[in-house]
């Protein structure tokens, strides 16, 4: 009996089963691609205009409305969720510095402007940073457990019922004051460093607003008021995270 050779259709089955498996593979390449451009963050290639109306800023998962002209840096003048926001105000009166106003810390640091920036009040300028607390203690938990281990043991009487703590020399706080309410330290209280021959002195004062961490930046010589400081620090608060339904 001569024996017949069957044909081999292998390869061309193989074929026949691959080739809607590829279309598949491009067709949900081509689908992805689409969702990730429509989905991806994006935010305008010019920073918003400075007399813009305030713009949605979302931090560490807040989100704040926050004037454009508040915004230190053109780069964050962008609406949409970012790592940390910079920004400066008027105090008194809590509104965004005048476009054509040069903040104190972008001047060229010397004895005559120093001292000009710290004796014209139109000058003065507070100074915010909101951003996520990262690896940090709450402020509330370093001034219960961090900063006691540096601190010396007894401190001296501020205004208004403020107490003044002193950092002991050799320790990271060195040369800088703890400064808080007397009787009870939580309810305010900041960290200031010491006024020197030409720079005056400075203190930060920190919050919590849910993860993200708000740090205000202001000359020690405010303290004539301290309470009057933490109202402004409340109402600015206030105005950049209203309450929402």
């Known amino acids: 009996m001569t024996a017949h050779t069957v044909p081999r259709r292998k390869s061309r089955t193989r074929g026949l089963f ?20 429509v989905l991806w963050p994006t935010w305008p290639a010019r920073p918003t205009a400075l007399d813009a109306p305030a713009i949605p800023i979302t931090v560490a998962g807040e989100l704040f409305d926050v004037a454009p002209a508040a915004i230190r840096e053109a780069v964050q003048r962008h609406p949409g969720q970012q790592e940390r926001i910079d920004l400066a105000f008027e105090w008194p009166s809590l509104a965004p510095p005048r476009a054509d106003d040069k903040p104190a810390d972008k001047i060229a640091l010397n004895a005559e402007n120093a001292a000009a920036a710290a004796a014209a009040p139109e000058n003065q300028r507070l100074f915010v940073t909101i951003a996520g607390l990262g690896s940090e203690l709450p402020p509330l938990e370093r001034l219960r457990t961090i900063y006691p281990r540096y601190a010396e043991t007894k401190a001296s009487a501020g205004p208004d019922g403020l107490a003044v703590l002193p950092f002991r020399p050799g320790t990271p706080y060195d040369g800088e004051d703890l400064v808080y309410f007397g009787t009870e330290p939580e309810q305010f209280f900041a960290l200031c460093t010491r006024a020197g021959r030409i720079v005056p002195g400075t203190c930060i004062h920190e919050r919590m607003l849910g993860n993200a961490e708000i740090t205000f930046r202001f000359p020690r010589d405010w303290f004539g008021d301290w309470r009057f400081i933490a109202a402004g620090f409340d109402r600015l608060l206030a105005q950049l995270h209203p309450q929402r339904n």
């Open 18 to 37: 691959t080739l809607p498996f590829v279309i598949a593979i491009v067709l949900l390449t081509v689908a992805a691609g689409f969702i990730s451009y």
